[in-house]
């Protein structure tokens, strides 16, 4: 059994969207043919990829926290005095 992922990047993130999975089943999900396609489980990830001082961080962050950062805004971050950033601080 095999399977593949449909992923959707960076050039609709002002908008999220579940990507085009194709000719995948009939309009009620079913498959009717043998061999054919069915769509699985959905999943998402926000992630926030932040640079500042010539470093780099990534956050997985909650939706709610994703959306009110724009590409290019500037975000508040705390970073750890071992190193790494909080991604807790992001608010």
């Known amino acids: 059994r095999g399977y593949r992922t449909v ?3 960076p050039e609709i993130a002002a908008q999220p969207m ?3 999975l194709g000719n995948i089943g009939n309009a009620n999900g079913l498959v009717s043919t043998l061999g054919a396609e069915r ?3 959905r999943r998402e990830s926000y992630v926030l990829q932040l640079q ?7 956050c997985n ?3 709610n926290v994703w959306i009110k950062y724009a590409q ?3 975000a508040p971050l705390q970073i750890r005095t071992v190193g790494g950033a909080d991604c807790s601080s992001l608010k």
């Open 52 to 58: 500042a001082g010539g470093k780099n961080w990534t």
């Open 7 to 9: 992923k959707a990047g």
């Open 18 to 20: 579940w990507p085009s």
């Open 72 to 74: 290019g805004a500037t």
């Open 61 to 63: 962050v909650p939706e």
């Open 39 to 41: 769509a699985g489980t």
